[in-house]
């Protein structure tokens, strides 16, 4: 059973910045892929993950965060961030991390989750 672990969240101010991260644990393959995946109070999960990095440290980001959003890992920690900066009341949401097998590592693909995510609350 997958297991995850985020924290970072925290309530700032627009332009602002937050970095947060995860812990994985429980994974049942060994090389795998990581995203960040939000949610927005009141509505269904975003489809896709806004940021995603693969087993070799290949990224991908979603539009709405592109040059703003910055996801990386450490393998030896089992771990994955999302630096935010420029933050907008738009990036109001429950951020969560999931991961998945190392194929295919896109952001539409069908990731794993296991956590209660970490909540982001941006005011104007």
């Known amino acids: 059973m997958l297991f995850v672990e985020e924290s970072g969240g925290d309530s700032v101010q627009f332009g602002g910045s937050l970095k947060l991260s995860c812990v994985v644990s429980?994974?049942?393959?060994?090389?795998?892929?990581l995203g960040w995946f939000r949610q927005v109070p009141g509505v269904e999960r975003e489809l896709g993950a806004i940021?995603?990095?693969?087993?070799?440290?290949?990224?991908s980001y979603a539009d709405s965060v592109k040059g703003r959003f910055t996801i990386s890992r450490d393998f030896a920690k089992k771990s994955a961030y999302l630096q935010m900066t420029s933050l907008s009341p738009e990036d109001t949401a429950m951020y969560y991390c999931?991961?998945?097998?190392?194929?295919?590592?896109?952001?539409?693909?069908?990731?794993?989750?296991g956590g209660q995510g970490t909540r982001v609350a941006v005011s104007s």
């Open positions: 429980g994974l049942p393959f060994g090389d795998y892929c």
């Open positions: 999931a991961a998945k097998g190392p194929f295919a590592c896109t952001l539409r693909a069908p990731f794993n989750f």
């Open positions: 940021a995603g990095i693969s087993d070799i440290g290949t990224t």
